[in-house]
């Protein structure tokens, strides 16, 4: 009998996203998350693994389980030279990142960054960014993801990542709760985030009497001058300064009241106050055709569970909510900040299923990065099974000037299924679109969407709402049978 031939090792194909941490980069292998790690990180991870409060907070879901992998299994692989060992993490749903998340979901990143580290340091243990992309979301319940971050603790050598931890965590916070500027922009557009002297410039001389604005941002920046002298090394300066490490411990629970303290309120001025808040109850056709509305998304989700929806332009979640109990994840998408901070706030703290984020979906978040590729596009991130577009089309065709047969062929690219609701031109949100425009759009017609449809779809049902003015339509992609929707 011939001997059975070993299974060939595949090349690893690092993640283009996790090149910043030589020491423990990531990567994706039959649809499971690794880690590799080289001398020093596999060292710093047999340390910390065997800690109590890391097995403590791998089991509340803080930080993510992680496993690693046997000789044989490491086998499998092949792996660069330097590589000694191989960490094995659980998939999150859906990555998200701090440039979509609302105010809300950046301070619970924000407060577990800290708690995660004021523990870690009793136990000799040091977190080496502090950066909120080490951190996803399951619903709204953050998780740290980045076990390559925990090293040992230097005794009385400063806290490293504290101007990171400022920049893109702290600064962001400030703006937004003390000068309502949506950080998500800027972090978008800056993805190390936000320095001390450009943060100074959107505060005001009287907001520097606020907490955390001096200390943390002018004092912040008084130090950034001192650091472009050549000569000049703050650890060292620090060190010889008789620095302890029972000062980072005394910064760290000052930072925790002050996040804790900083509230954002969507309708505590003018500007910032949402025009779509109670938009359900605020229109009397929109109040009318609600019942039905809402019943024909319960028809549909309940057929069978999905793993990911997305709810394009959810505004308070309400659909979002109906979808939750039928489907593991559901992305609850909108470009009003106050929409999705409500949303936030209203889901219970351990809510691991909707996870609601600012996106303007006529301008959704791009690949970002080196080479664009270090932070993914919107629709990299997986493919959903479940569309909802309730209440959006009429705003991508006659606000933003999107052809129809770009929305449609762009919803049919994202590979699921769909219900879509279209509001005639005789509808009275359409009209107030409409009032101050010249009318371009005869690609907008029921007409029209249908034929469009009609090229990548398969219409299962098509219902009028009450008030008569909108449509509701469930269509598959072509070529998926017709018994996946439980018609």
Same mark, same amino acid.
Not at 14 to 39: C, H, K, M, P
Not at 261 to 283: F, G, I, K, M, V
Not at 331 to 343: F, N, P, T
């Given at each position: 009998?011939?001997?059975?031939?070993?299974?060939?090792?595949?090349?690893?194909?690092?993640?283009?996203?996790?090149?910043?941490?030589?020491?423990?980069?990531?990567?994706?292998?039959?649809?499971?998350?690794?880690?590799?790690?080289?001398?020093?990180?596999?060292?710093?991870?047999?340390?910390?693994?065997?800690?109590?409060?890391?097995?403590?907070?791998?089991?509340?879901?803080?930080?993510?389980?992680?496993?690693?992998?046997?000789?044989?299994?490491?086998?499998?692989?092949?792996?660069?030279?330097?590589?000694?060992?191989?960490?094995?993490?659980?998939?999150?749903?859906?990555?998200?990142?701090?440039?979509?998340?609302?105010?809300?979901?950046?301070?619970?990143?924000?407060?577990?960054?800290?708690?995660?580290?004021?523990?870690?340091?009793?136990?000799?243990?040091?977190?080496?960014?502090?950066?909120?992309?080490?951190?996803?979301?399951?619903?709204?319940?953050?998780?740290?993801?980045?076990?390559?971050?925990?090293?040992?603790?230097?005794?009385?050598?400063?806290?490293?990542?504290?101007?990171?931890?400022?920049?893109?965590?702290?600064?962001?916070?400030?703006?937004?709760?003390?000068?309502?500027?949506?950080?998500?922009?800027?972090?978008?557009?800056?993805?190390?985030?936000?320095?001390?002297?450009?943060?100074?410039?959107?505060?005001?001389?009287?907001?520097?009497?606020?907490?955390?604005?001096?200390?943390?941002?002018?004092?912040?920046?008084?130090?950034?001058?001192?650091?472009?002298?050549?000569?000049?090394?703050?650890?060292?300066?620090?060190?010889?300064?008789?620095?302890?490490?029972?000062?980072?411990?005394?910064?760290?629970?000052?930072?925790?009241?002050?996040?804790? @303290?900083?509230?954002?309120?969507? +309708?505590? #001025?003018?500007? *910032?106050?949402? !025009?779509?808040?109670?938009?359900? /109850?605020? $229109?009397?056709?929109?109040?009318?055709?609600?019942?039905?509305?809402?019943?024909?998304?319960?028809?549909?989700?309940?057929?069978?569970?999905?793993?990911?929806?997305?709810?394009?332009?959810?505004?308070?979640?309400?659909?979002? @909510?109906?979808?939750?109990?039928? +489907?593991? #994840?559901?992305? *609850?998408?909108? !470009?009003?900040?106050?929409?999705? /901070?409500? $949303?936030?706030?209203?889901?219970?703290?351990?809510?691991?299923?909707?996870?609601?984020?600012?996106?303007?979906?006529?301008?959704?978040?791009?690949?970002?990065?080196?080479?664009?590729?270090?932070?993914?596009?919107?629709?990299? @991130?997986?493919?959903?099974?479940?569309?909802?577009?309730?209440?959006?089309?009429?705003?991508?065709?006659?606000?933003?000037?999107?052809?129809?047969?770009?929305?449609?062929?762009?919803?049919?690219?994202?590979?699921?299924?769909?219900?879509?609701?279209?509001?005639?031109?005789?509808?009275?949100?359409?009209?107030?679109?409409?009032?101050?425009?010249?009318?371009?759009?005869?690609?907008?017609?029921?007409?029209?969407?249908?034929?469009?449809?009609?090229?990548?779809?398969?219409?299962?049902?098509?219902?009028?709402?009450?008030?008569?003015?909108?449509?509701?339509?469930?269509?598959?992609?072509?070529?998926?049978?017709?018994?996946?929707?439980?018609?």
């Amino acid at each position: 009998m011939p001997p059975v031939a070993s299974p060939v090792a595949s090349p690893v194909k690092f993640d283009v996203g996790s090149f910043r941490d030589r020491s423990a980069r990531v990567f994706e292998s039959e649809q499971a998350i690794y880690r590799t790690l080289n001398q020093e990180s596999s060292e710093a991870w047999k340390r910390v693994s065997c800690q109590d409060f890391f097995q403590r907070r791998m089991s509340t879901g803080q930080i993510i389980p992680t496993t690693e992998l046997s000789d044989s299994e490491i086998r499998r692989f092949l792996f660069p030279t330097e590589v000694t060992g191989v960490l094995k993490h659980e998939r999150i749903p859906f990555i998200s990142y701090p440039y979509e998340w609302p105010f809300a979901l950046l301070k619970r990143a924000t407060l577990l960054q800290l708690d995660l580290l004021a523990e870690a340091m009793t136990h000799q243990v040091m977190l080496k960014d502090s950066t909120p992309y080490n951190i996803q979301f399951r619903g709204t319940q953050p998780v740290f993801i980045d076990i390559g971050s925990f090293i040992p603790l230097v005794p009385n050598e400063p806290w490293l990542a504290y101007r990171q931890f400022c920049e893109l965590m702290l600064f962001p916070l400030l703006l937004q709760a003390y000068r309502g500027i949506h950080f998500q922009s800027v972090l978008r557009a800056q993805l190390e985030g936000i320095p001390a002297k450009q943060f100074l410039q959107w505060i005001r001389w009287r907001d520097l009497f606020r907490p955390g604005v001096f200390t943390n941002g002018w004092l912040h920046a008084a130090l950034e001058r001192n650091a472009q002298q050549v000569s000049t090394s703050t650890v060292t300066d620090l060190k010889s300064s008789g620095f302890q490490s029972q000062m980072i411990q005394q910064m760290l629970k000052k930072l925790t009241r002050l996040v804790e @303290r900083l509230e954002w309120n969507p +309708a505590a #001025t003018q500007w *910032a106050a949402t !025009q779509w808040a109670n938009y359900d /109850e605020s $229109l009397p056709h929109v109040a009318e055709d609600l019942q039905a509305k809402s019943d024909f998304v319960r028809n549909v989700c309940q057929t069978h569970r999905r793993t990911l929806v997305w709810d394009l332009g959810c505004n308070d979640g309400r659909f979002s @909510r109906i979808a939750s109990e039928f +489907a593991t #994840t559901v992305i *609850a998408l909108d !470009q009003d900040h106050g929409c999705i /901070e409500r $949303l936030c706030k209203s889901l219970e703290p351990e809510q691991r299923v909707i996870l609601p984020l600012c996106m303007d979906l006529a301008n959704p978040s791009p690949g970002q990065g080196w080479r664009g590729q270090e932070r993914r596009r919107l629709e990299e @991130r997986g493919e959903p099974d479940l569309v909802l577009c309730l209440g959006l089309i009429h705003h991508l065709v006659l606000a933003a000037n999107i052809p129809l047969p770009d929305v449609v062929g762009w919803l049919a690219s994202l590979g699921g299924e769909l219900l879509l609701e279209f509001p005639s031109k005789r509808d009275a949100m359409v009209k107030g679109l409409l009032r101050n425009k010249r009318d371009q759009y005869a690609d907008y017609s029921l007409e029209h969407l249908v034929q469009e449809l009609q090229k990548s779809f398969q219409i299962v049902r098509q219902v009028s709402l009450p008030s008569g003015e909108r449509t509701l339509f469930h269509a598959i992609p072509q070529g998926k049978s017709k018994s996946a929707d439980g018609a």
